[in-house]
């Protein structure tokens, strides 16, 4: 009896279709119109707004030849790199270690201060950053009030800036994640560790991070996704300046499409790095795969 | 052999290990300050600039000149309607969504919930330019509504995938035992089930409020009239028209934009809520 069962197999998964209209209609929709648009010439305003021709790869073949994608590649890389993989993760591991050692105040303030940058609205921490490495701002009058030359951080080094920001920015998730992570972490094994003579560093790479591994794959994965993404702190520091310095792969299609008005070459960077989420998103849930017994 | 040996070494070396730790912890934790310190001090000093200083004559202007409605309460009551809009939106949908993903067993479900987390994975920012064009195409431009469903749908992945995980730890023993006495799938629901995740469904409503409310980029493209940004959009009217910036009036405006997620950040986080929503978000 197939049917009476498939009727109430369909009548019980009901509920399940406002979320999948929802999800079809603006999160689908938009990733598959991105790429057909990107086949297209289609413009923000004039006679391409309305009737946008098909042109085929002609968008890719322009983003191969355009010097400013292999840079905005890079730049993302970069930005990904050193701010998420090393910035992010690293000192938040670093907090979450010393954390358990300090005394519970400390360790209480410091994590609030952490997880306030993090809470506040992206607009706000981003005027914020920018204020702070502007060039009468917050890190020079440090610097010069110890003596040591000032830089205008937003020109001469914007990627270091944006890096740095985007650590203070981030850095509470990896720090929340490993917290929780390392709570979970039998305190045997350390213990043993210590009565066989391993010191501290030892104990650490030895015990600690191979039982937390599963913790620390999931947050690379996770940091590297979201800081992939990044646009408002960017666009408010930099707008991507001086001369592409600084435009990562959101900011470059942003520009395209909207400062440029060239939709069908802004969704052509889009779909790039619509598809480089999707292997990094691939490549996740495999991982969650492989940690499920 | 006693436990004592294994307990004195963690004894002797908790003392000289927290004066370091202690150390170095506040010295990063002085890093994570220092910019929000520009906001505080720079709100109230109605001569602020880029640089941090104590005010000469600390003073409440900003925070006076920053109370009117154009401001300040249009754009706050924007924010709420597209946060709470957006929160009621997406908890409705995934609680409705859940509940068969948690309590029948089909083939459908894990496909589904890993292409659900394949979603959480999507840069938003990346889908942003083709959403315009799809706004455009469907003259939803500017329109509040609208808005309220995109950011429902970025936020829907990760909603259903934490009120699963916490519908999945209410016993069916409990909802068995309402149908016992009569009560219908929808009515066990809502009497039982919901009332027993409270907390869980709290977390949820105050995350997705929380990245709604905080969202710049999807209300900076979606919505062009000044009528319906809200004040992560707004602010932007602090950067006059010949580039004179009112500092101190931005600061003040961030501050009484912030508090509100500061706040239920607060409210969530005393509840454990931080292990709560991780538990809930990152374990499957």
Same mark, same amino acid.
């Given at each position: 009896m197939p049917a009476p069962h498939h009727g109430r197999q369909f009548a019980r998964y009901l509920p399940v279709l406002p979320a999948v209209v929802l999800l079809a209609v603006f999160l689908a929709g938009p990733v598959l119109w991105a790429f057909q648009a990107s086949l297209t010439n289609a413009?923000?305003?004039?006679r391409h707004a309305r009737n946008p021709e098909w042109v085929g790869l002609e968008n890719y073949q322009r983003l191969l030849q355009d010097p400013v994608f292999p840079l905005s590649l890079a730049l993302t890389v970069l930005f990904v790199g050193g701010s998420a993989i090393l910035g992010q993760n690293v000192l938040g591991l670093a907090l979450a270690v010393l954390m358990r050692r300090a005394r519970p105040a400390v360790s209480a303030a410091v994590g609030t201060a952490v997880v306030s940058a993090w809470v506040l609205p992206e607009i706000v921490a981003a005027f914020a950053a920018y204020a702070f490495f502007s060039n009468d701002g917050t890190l020079n009058q440090l610097l010069g009030g110890v003596g040591l030359a000032e830089v205008d951080w937003l020109y001469a080094m914007p990627m270091l800036a944006l890096i740095l920001a985007n650590v203070w920015r981030g850095t509470a998730f990896s720090m929340l994640v490993y917290r929780a992570a390392l709570g979970g972490v039998p305190a045997e094994l350390t213990e043993a560790a210590h009565m066989d003579g391993a010191g501290a560093w030892q104990r650490l790479v030895f015990i600690t991070l191979p039982v937390i591994r599963g913790s620390i794959a999931t947050n690379l994965m996770l940091i590297t996704l979201q800081t992939l993404a990044v646009f408002t702190l960017i666009w408010v520091m930099?707008?991507?300046?001086?001369?592409?310095?600084?435009?990562?792969l959101p900011v470059m299609a942003y520009q395209e499409a909207?400062?440029?008005?060239d939709i069908g070459y802004g969704t052509a960077v889009a779909s790039v790095l619509i598809l480089i989420g999707a292997v990094f998103g691939a490549a996740y849930l495999r991982l969650l795969r492989e940690q499920k017994p | 052999m006693t436990p004592a040996p294994a307990v004195r070494p963690r004894q002797s070396r908790r003392p000289q290990g927290s004066a370091v730790a202690d150390a170095v912890l506040l010295l990063i934790g002085a890093c994570f300050v220092l910019p929000l310190l520009w906001l505080v001090l720079g709100s109230l000093? &109605? /001569?602020?600039?880029h640089g941090t200083k104590l005010p000469?004559? &600390? /003073?409440l202007d900003n925070f006076a000149a920053v109370l009117t409605p154009e401001l300040l309460f249009r754009p706050l009551v924007n924010s709420v309607l597209l946060s709470v809009g957006t929160g009621a939106v997406t908890l409705a949908a995934a609680v409705l969504a859940a509940y068969p993903l948690s309590r029948y067993r089909s083939r459908f479900n894990t496909p589904f919930l890993y292409g659900i987390l394949f979603g959480t994975c999507l840069p938003v920012t990346a889908i942003m330019v083709p959403v315009y064009g799809l706004f455009v195409q469907l003259q939803l431009l500017d329109s509040l509504p609208a808005t309220v469903l995109f950011l429902s749908a970025t936020s829907l992945p990760m909603a259903i995938w934490m009120t699963r995980n916490f519908m999945d730890a209410v016993p069916l023993a409990v909802e068995e035992a309402a149908w016992v006495d009569g009560a219908s799938r929808l009515a066990a629901l809502r009497s039982i089930v919901l009332p027993l995740m409270g907390p869980g469904l709290g977390v949820v409503f105050i995350f997705v409020f929380i990245q709604a409310w905080g969202n710049f980029f999807v209300p900076f493209v979606l919505l062009l009239s000044e009528a319906n940004q809200p004040a992560a959009v707004s602010i932007?009217?602090?950067?006059?028209?010949?580039?004179?910036?009112?500092y101190g009036q931005l600061a003040a405006f961030s501050i009484l934009y912030s508090l509100p997620v500061l706040a239920l950040y607060v409210i969530v986080a005393r509840g454990s809520g931080n292990s709560l929503a991780l538990s809930g978000a990152v374990r499957g």
């Open positions: 413009g923000l305003t004039g930099t707008a991507g300046g001086p001369a592409n310095g600084s435009s990562t909207f400062k440029f008005g | 000093d &109605p /001569a602020a600039g000469q004559q &600390p /003073a932007f009217s602090f950067f006059g028209q010949n580039g004179a910036v009112a």
